[in-house]
């Protein structure tokens, strides 16, 4: 059992071609491409060049965290060597030749990006085992990782592109491999300012990447996790009172959009369910509960740690004294109205409104969505999307139709913000120029028992104007003589009554992004017309006839 002997591609090829989903981890701990192909969950066998890549980068990943977990103990000193040595003999040739134009160039991977993922763990490693174990092999590498790092992070801000979240993995490569070579060297660190505190450094990335309600700029639950990842994972031995609040606000933003049951809803581009990025929930989850008291990540991480099964290795248990002081105190800040998303929770119903900015080229279409979750159901979320290396399927999953929201004369819309009010019990949405001579509202109410749906639009001329709704659960449709009834069956039921213009269509759709191949039952509430008015009770009890007739009064 050794790690894979060959650079590395880019791990979002690792995807089934005709079906779109994830290939399955096949012999990452034998370090040998599998015979005959990496198996899909639909039978294929795929060997392909890209495959290839994208299997080594995972395979690289897998050593990287079986060498972190034997550090805690002790172990993998001469397993770290032996990669040193295999580092210099890969990367002597200089960046890779087989990037993509778009990439900015590793010398282990395609990207620097994932060489810095990478690297990030074998430091920590490294750093793990300095003055316990011979690693003065090990110091070439380090070296190269922190002048690799520096090169990345200089080459982002000459291209403006400072705030990108390729610069939170580069400075943390930079911070954490060169700790990693102080210790091997037995010197004191005093790169801090050069990675953390200086012009370019984290706390920099920090400020300019992420808005005053702690959400980082693209909008999405990944790259949010991303950043936030690579921050924590530099403050190894920094106390968390000398920290900008702004880290504290990015947990608060995480944890205000998680359902009591610890779902975190797939916003924008990331995987809609995957084992890795449960890991990496677990990470963060370990580590912010030492970083602060005051926002509680426990139900993410109880949900990360079913996601991931039987077969957790146990690595984020052992992050324990990551900090050099206490977890930080005082009043959780404000999560529930932000820049991005408003989230109503009412009734056992967790609502979440998209109305924020289209957050760059990780935005998806969906503007006035409304994602709507129980405590472990996914009634209708956002699906997600796929590995990046499936044009097709990932043009579908950042497309409007795939999300519950407004579609017009079937169209794709331009980017757009809404504007969002709220008080206690209500928030509205509106949006302007998404669609030329369109204007749209969607208005949420939550009582003791129900949660009500409004969306209004009108348009300057005849449109088909189309409210989608896309669930990831059993779905029934009824329609009777005054309004339309649903029933969303999951772990936990939801119950919709409908009533309002136009006529509700049912048409299978394809599920969320872990499985586009997964069949849904999808409605497409179609109104041709100039305006339209749409309303929706929620509840998960029955709705009798007098729940139903709050309708009336809208």
């Known amino acids: 059992m050794n790690p894979p002997t060959e650079r590395g591609g880019w791990w979002h090829e690792y995807v089934c071609p005709a079906h779109g989903v994830e290939l ?12 005959g192909g990496v198996p899909c969950p639909y039978g294929c066998r795929v060997d392909t060049p890209a495959v290839r890549g994208a299997w080594t980068v995972l395979a690289h990943h897998f050593w990287a965290r079986r060498i972190r977990l034997l550090s805690y103990d002790g172990g993998g000193a001469e397993l770290l060597s032996s990669y ?72 982002m ?37 050069e990675w953390l505190t200086g012009e370019y450094g984290q706390f920099a990335h920090l400020q300019v990447a992420t808005g005053e309600d702690g959400w980082e700029w693209e909008g999405s639950t990944y790259y949010h996790g991303f950043v936030l990842r690579a921050y924590l994972l530099s403050l190894r031995g920094h106390d968390p009172a000398a920290v900008p609040d702004r880290l504290e606000a990015m947990l608060a933003a995480l944890a205000g959009i998680a359902t009591d049951g610890g779902i975190l809803p797939a916003l924008h581009d990331g995987p809609y369910r995957r084992v890795p990025l449960a890991l990496e929930w677990l990470e963060i989850a370990a580590l912010a509960r030492q970083f602060t008291s ?28 990551w900090f ?43 503007k006035l969505a409304l994602y709507l979750y129980g405590a472990k159901t996914p009634w209708q979320p956002d699906p997600g999307q796929v590995p990046y290396g499936h044009a097709q399927w990932r043009a ?46 969607r208005q949420l109410i939550a009582a003791d028992n129900y949660l009500l749906d409004i969306v209004r639009v009108t348009a300057d001329r005849e449109r088909e104007i189309v409210l989608q709704f896309r669930p990831d659960v059993d779905l029934t449709v009824e329609v009777g003589p005054r309004a339309t009834r649903t029933t969303w ?42 305006e339209a008015t749409f309303c929706t009770v929620y509840s998960t009890t029955p709705i009798d006839d007098e729940l139903a007739e709050v309708i009336t009064n809208v």
């Not at 740690?305 to 957790?312: F, H, I, K, L, S």
């Not at 169209?411 to 749209?440: M, Q």
């Not at 999808?522 to 109104?527: C, K």
């Open 24 to 35: 399955t981890p096949a012999g990452f701990d034998s370090g040998n491409f599998p015979a």
């Open 84 to 155: 040193a040595r295999l580092y210099s003999e890969l990367t002597k040739a200089g960046e890779h030749e087989q990037a993509q134009g778009w990439m900015q160039r590793g010398r282990l991977f395609h990207q620097a990006l994932t060489d810095a993922v990478w690297g990030v763990p074998i430091a920590h490693s490294i750093l793990n085992l300095a003055g316990r174990a011979p690693l003065d092999e090990t110091l070439p590498m380090l070296d190269d990782m922190v002048a690799g790092a520096r090169r990345a992070r200089d080459a």
């Open 396 to 441: 579908h999953y950042k497309s409007v139709v795939s999300h519950p929201t407004i579609r017009i004369d079937g169209l794709e819309p331009a980017e757009a913000t809404g504007e969002v009010t709220h008080d206690d019990r209500s928030v509205t949405a509106t949006v302007d120029g998404w669609y030329g001579g369109v204007r749209a509202t």
């Open 294 to 321: 005051t926002v509680d990540l426990s139900a993410v991480a109880a949900h990360a740690r079913a996601e991931v099964g039987q077969e957790y290795d146990g690595l984020e248990d052992r992050f324990e004294g």
């Open 489 to 530: 069956v999951g772990d936990e039921k939801l119950y919709g009554y409908h009533r309002g213009d136009g006529v509700p269509v049912t048409r299978p759709g394809p599920g969320p992004a872990d499985d586009p191949q997964r069949t849904r039952t999808w409605i497409d509430w179609t109104v041709t017309g100039t």
């Open 157 to 193: 801000v000459a291209q403006d592109k400072f705030s990108s979240n390729y610069t939170a993995w580069f400075n943390a490569l930079g911070t954490t491999a060169s700790q990693a070579a102080a210790a091997v060297r037995g010197e004191e660190w005093d790169a801090a300012g």
């Open 324 to 366: 050099s002081g206490p977890p930080r105190t005082g009043a959780a800040p404000a999560r529930d109205f932000t820049s991005c998303y408003a989230v109503v929770r009412t009734a056992g119903i967790h609502a979440v409104l998209d109305h924020g900015p289209h957050g760059g080229s990780h935005g998806h279409h969906d």
